[in-house]
């Protein structure tokens, strides 16, 4: 299987970690524009002192022994056809809602899975989104207009968990069960909440638009 990485932030970057160690994901796309900068490294701890000024894209491949996995590309609703074509999977790593709202849109179209990673301050909520299920409006309703995490901040061991739940949702996935959940991680309280729904129809018609 291919797996796609956008966002190589905090969640992005564990995320990446746990994907290229797993025996089923033949090759990762790390998908990223930005640079590595100074104040990345205390919570993005696979990039050093000396990636300062390079694409996180290129200086996370290398780290994972290959460098052709990076897609040093910022995804928006123009690229995003090209840059998701042909993987499995896609784990959202990125810190706003515009580009989550592509993703979605992206992943129902060509009927592929994808992974809804966040966290803020000491919350994280990790939920796989089927294209036979809830898209993103549906479970958050029109948007989030609340801070993005870069406003607030992110406490690291808070998106290195969320990732590890999401990647917990995927074995699921592979392993045949249908996963209906979004897990809530509360890292003050140190406990996860698990909201499950049954069978739905998302009424949006694929793009997140709402149809009738
Ligand atoms: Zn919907």
Redesign the pocket.
């Known amino acids: 299987m291919i797996a796609a990485v956008v966002g190589l932030g905090a969640i992005g970057t564990p995320l990446a970690w746990l994907l290229a160690g797993d025996p089923r994901i033949a090759a990762l796309r790390l998908i990223d524009g930005d640079r590595v900068e100074r104040s990345n490294l205390p919570r993005q701890v696979l990039y050093r002192d000396q990636d300062i000024g390079r694409p996180k894209a290129s200086v996370l491949a290398e780290r994972l022994g290959h460098p052709e996995w990076a897609v040093p590309e910022r995804l928006d609703a123009g690229n995003a056809a090209r840059l998701l074509d042909g993987v499995d999977v896609v784990g959202d790593g990125t810190d706003n809602w515009p580009t989550r709202l592509v993703i979605d849109a992206t992943c129902r179209r060509a009927g592929r899975p994808w992974l809804f990673l966040s966290a803020i301050r000491w919350e994280g909520q990790a939920a796989l989104m089927a294209p036979d299920g809830?898209?993103?409006?549906?479970?958050f309703g029109a948007g989030q207009d609340g801070p993005a995490c870069f406003e607030v901040g992110i406490v690291g061991p808070v998106a290195g968990w969320v990732a590890s739940e999401g990647y917990d949702l995927l074995r699921r996935h592979w392993g045949g069960e249908t996963v209906r959940e979004l897990r809530l991680v509360d890292g003050w309280r140190d406990r996860v909440q698990v909201v499950r729904w049954a069978a739905y129809a998302?009424?949006?018609?694929?793009d997140?638009r709402?149809v009738g």
Do not use: F, Y
């Open positions: 809830p898209c993103l409006r549906c479970l998302c009424p949006h018609g694929g997140g709402r």
